[in-house]
Nanobody, 119 residues
Framework: QVQLVESGGGLVQPGGALRLSCAASGVIFSAYNMGWYRQAPEKQRELVADITSGAGTNYVESVKGRFTISRENARNMVYLQMNSLKPEDTAVYYC?????????????WGQGTQVTVSS
């Protein structure tokens, strides 16, 4: 049974920082591409950052230079360090695991963690 469990969300003032963590179980973690998505009220879910099994990274333009995604394969963990937070970063953040095996895509989601940036 695959599980992704996020933690680290909360309320922070503009300019502050948070570190999100995602613990994975039930998968061969090192073989999966991992990502962080977010969904704000009345908006579509969007990719924030992802990191491949080979540790290549990709970021949405709006978070470049502020957010850093990383992974720790030995602990089955993926992180999102968020600095210089802005009110527009407010959203539910979801952890995502993705892998293609023999042409079939396997995708898993966590339950989400709320991030609120407000003074």
């Amino acid at each position: 049974q695959v599980q992704l469990v996020e933690s680290g969300g909360g309320l922070v003032q503009p300019g502050g920082a948070l570190r999100l963590s995602c613990a994975a179980s039930g998968v061969i973690f090192s073989a999966y591409n991992m990502g962080w998505y977010r969904q704000a009220p009345e908006k579509q879910r969007e990719l924030v950052a992802d990191i491949t099994s080979g540790a290549g990274t990709n970021y949405v333009e709006s978070v470049k230079g502020r957010f850093t995604i990383s992974r720790e394969n030995a602990r089955n963990m993926v992180y999102l360090q968020m600095n210089s937070l802005k009110p527009e970063d407010t959203a539910v953040y979801y952890c995502n695991a993705r892998r293609v095996i023999l042409g079939r895509e396997y995708v898993y989601w966590g339950q989400g963690t709320q991030v609120t940036v407000s003074s």
